[in-house]
């Protein structure tokens, strides 16, 4: 504001400018769909304060000056206006009314996450946990040597090749169920 206290209408956004422009016709409709008529001078000074606490809200700087101008501008095009977009039926809602509205549309249901399909295990992924000899490998001695679940204590013939033990023992505890 300190930087550019004089600026003007014209140097706002695009956007700035519209959500001006439809708080100034939206309020000035508001008010003559109440009293079915145009406002007077301190009606619009009602008007114009309204919607500059809206603005300074909106975190636009513009001076008051600025708007009174605009607004004093587009008067005389708001009463032609207004008068035949109330003939038609077009209603702008309050804020009110739309928060209730809001409230009574249905939300749609929630997406539910589908499932992440686990990877079918492939022998590399149990190379770490099974060998030939053991089943389940629990650890390794300080020597190295393996410790751990045998082949023939989960119930399978230790002479079969490793690719065979590994497929019964899947069978058997159905890894491959996605469950």
Request: charged share 35%; glycine share 4%.
């Amino acid at each position: 504001m300190e930087q550019n206290p004089n600026k003007k209408l014209k140097e706002l956004k695009q956007k700035q400018k519209k959500k001006i422009a439809d708080w100034l016709y939206i309020e000035t409709y508001r008010f003559y769909q109440q009293n079915l008529c145009m406002p007077n001078e301190s009606e619009r000074d009602t008007i114009l304060n309204s919607v500059y606490t809206k603005i300074k809200g909106a975190g636009i700087w513009i001076p008051f000056e600025e708007i009174v101008a605009y607004y004093l501008k587009k008067l005389s095009q708001y009463e032609i206006r207004i008068p035949r977009e109330l003939a038609d039926g077009i209603h702008y809602p309050t804020r009110a009314e739309r928060l209730a509205a809001k409230a009574n549309k249905p939300k749609p249901p929630k997406k539910r996450k589908k499932k992440k399909k686990t990877p079918e295990p492939q022998m590399s992924d149990f190379s770490d946990i099974m060998d030939d000899e053991f089943s389940y490998i629990a650890g390794y001695t300080d020597g190295g040597a393996p410790y751990g679940v045998r082949w023939e204590d989960v119930g399978i013939p230790s002479d079969l090749p490793f690719a065979e033990k590994l497929a019964l023992y899947m069978e058997e505890y159905d890894l491959n169920d996605d469950e």
